[in-house]
């Protein structure tokens, strides 16, 4: 079974701190992927990195940056934390088999930023 | 920008009762995926689908791309209490980003 793990499930945190999110993947997978998801909004992609050391930003990218120095290790990080980053944080990693991208999401990550 | 419109976006239903939902594009992909999202979880995934018109069966579950590849349904017979959840799906126009539906919350009754 693949697995991606999610380092923490729930955090809490101040306003202005410099937040960490660790995941890692067991499947030696390409791609990896960080999304948020808020009621009403749905998923949206944050960054993703297709390869050690490359990332791309997705949708809303401002306020995070990432980190991917292994392949089986993507970070997400909030360089100051702020209240609207309060959300559900999903990492994701996927593979391709022929003209399927099959991707996998960890358990997520309830950031709540005071 | 490509959307992925799912409806119903509530479904609030008798254990026992059959459902189907549906997952509508514009835009053609290459697969679909769906998955069941639960309370503070993340999502899991069901199914890929990649050929049109393809049909797949997960126990009480059947899940269906569309012959041109712009939409799917899923159809759950004699739903339980255990199928309640947010169904995702989420297409992928065969690059390795993924476009994702607004989301159908299924409730079952017992």
């Known amino acids: 079974d693949v697995k991606v793990t999610q380092s923490s499930r729930y955090l809490v945190k101040r306003t202005g701190e410099k937040v960490f999110l660790e995941c890692v993947q067991d499947m030696d997978h390409e791609n990896m992927f960080w999304y948020r998801q808020d009621p009403g909004l749905g998923l949206r992609l944050i960054y993703f990195?297709?390869?050690?050391?490359?990332?791309e930003k997705g949708d809303i990218p401002e306020g995070y940056s990432v980190s991917r120095e292994k392949k089986e290790r993507f970070s997400l990080i909030l360089e100051s934390a702020s209240t609207n980053q309060t959300s559900m944080y999903l990492c994701?990693?996927?593979?391709?088999?022929?003209?399927?991208?099959?991707?996998?999401f960890g358990a997520g990550t309830r950031l709540s930023v005071l | 920008t490509q959307l992925l419109e799912q409806s119903p976006q509530f479904l609030s239903i008798q254990e026992g009762e059959n459902l189907t939902v549906y997952c509508n594009s514009s835009s053609v992909f290459s697969s679909l995926q769906w998955y069941r999202q639960e309370p503070g979880e993340g999502p899991v995934l069901l199914v890929t689908v990649v050929t049109g018109g393809e049909v797949k069966k997960l126990k009480r579950l059947t899940f269906q791309f569309g012959d041109a590849r712009k939409d799917s349904s899923l159809h759950i017979t004699a739903a339980q209490p255990g199928d309640t959840g947010l169904y995702l799906c989420?297409?992928?126009?065969?690059?390795?980003?993924?476009?994702f539906g607004t989301g159908t919350r299924l409730k079952v009754l017992a």
């Open positions: 989420a297409g992928s126009p065969g690059t390795y980003k993924y476009i």
């Open positions: 990195s297709y390869d050690v050391k490359m990332k």
């Open positions: 994701a990693s996927s593979w391709t088999s022929g003209r399927a991208y099959i991707q996998y």
